[in-house]
């Protein structure tokens, strides 16, 4: 069965373009991959800047430490308004949407480009990798670094400081310039990620993915319901709580069947702290 082709709409394309997925030699991932063996891809990702953030921009490259290999750009077919802030930032309109493949088509062709790969993201709160991940049954199962609690690490940064990626550019003294979009901050990310790991090897003595790994605190678990979602969950378990008294019925009350808790609610957030220092903008790519 022949597999319906992907299409793609890279930023300043007229017309969706098709997309070719590039083989790749991968090998096993593991705790036990060599550094110089293993393949990353970072990403980097741009939102309408509205609770439920909803993805306009995918860009990502997937690469060694001693270089690219590929790269995956495309806008996403969103009928949500995009926040006019964010649209200033990111300099996505209505307009560029329109061809676009729908969400759902972008994540199943960007998870094979992923395939086998660790995921790099600039993104301390885990921001990009949850809203590429939001909807599946089962969460990425890719290994996750993010760039900025790697950079305190390295460069040994005071506690709590969240770097945006521009300063880290600027710190590596790399050739590269963030611009607010995805496959542009993408790259970025991943040059900041080689040189911080190339570092951290000098340094630290890491030489496999489980070094990096084990070094780094746990990624964070935010809570991203909505508000309205989080209210409305207390109400019910406070009405829950006062319905204790017995039934008035002369008849014997009825055994109470068991029941699966009520599973969380999807996250959602109301706010979004972007990755620029320690401000937020929504919508946005790092400063």
């Known amino acids: 069965m022949t597999q ?31 550094l110089d063996d293993a393949q990353f891809v970072a990403l980097d990702v741009e939102t309408t800047g509205n609770a439920p953030f909803l993805v306009l921009e995918i860009g990502a490259e ?7 290999l590929s790269f995956f750009d495309t806008l996403v077919d969103c009928r949500a308004p995009i926040n006019p802030y964010a649209r200033r930032r990111h300099q996505i309109d209505r307009s ?34 949850w809203l590429v991940g939001r909807g599946l049954e089962n969460p990425l199962e890719h ?12 460069l040994e940064l005071p506690k709590g400081q969240t770097p945006g990626l521009a300063r880290l550019v600027e710190v590596l003294g790399l050739d590269v310039t963030p611009a607010h ?16 790991i190339a570092r951290a090897r000098e340094n630290l003595g890491w030489k496999t993915v489980g070094d990096v790994l084990a070094a780094l605190p ?14 409305s969950a207390a109400s019910r378990a406070q009405g829950a709580r006062g319905q204790t008294a017995q039934p008035r019925s002369s008849a014997p009350a009825a055994t109470r069947r068991a029941t699966s808790p009520t599973p969380n609610a999807r996250p959602g957030r109301s706010s979004r702290r972007r990755r620029s220092g320690s401000s937020g903008s929504p919508g946005g790519s790092p400063a």
């Not at 729908?102 to 990009?128: N, P, Q, T, W």
């Not at 993010?146 to 390295?154: C, E, F, I, P």
């Not at 995805?182 to 991943?190: E, G, I, N, Y």
């Open 96 to 129: 560029m949407l329109i061809g676009a493949p729908e969400f759902s088509d972008v994540r199943r062709a960007f998870l094979r480009f992923a395939r086998g790969a660790v995921l790099v993201e600039h993104s301390h709160d885990a921001f990009d990798t």
């Open 181 to 196: 979009a995805a496959l542009d901050d993408a790259r970025a990310t991943a040059m900041v990620f080689r040189a911080l």
């Open 4 to 34: 319906k082709p992907v299409l793609l709409k890279p930023r300043g394309a007229i017309e969706p373009v098709p997309w070719s997925e590039i083989a790749v030699d991968t090998p096993e991932l593991g705790p036990q991959t060599r």
């Open 143 to 154: 290994p996750i670094i993010d760039t900025s609690t790697l950079a305190r690490l390295v």
């Open 62 to 68: 997937r690469f060694r430490l001693d270089g690219p």
């Open 218 to 231: 746990p990624r964070p678990i935010v809570d991203r319901t909505h508000p309205s979602q989080r209210a």
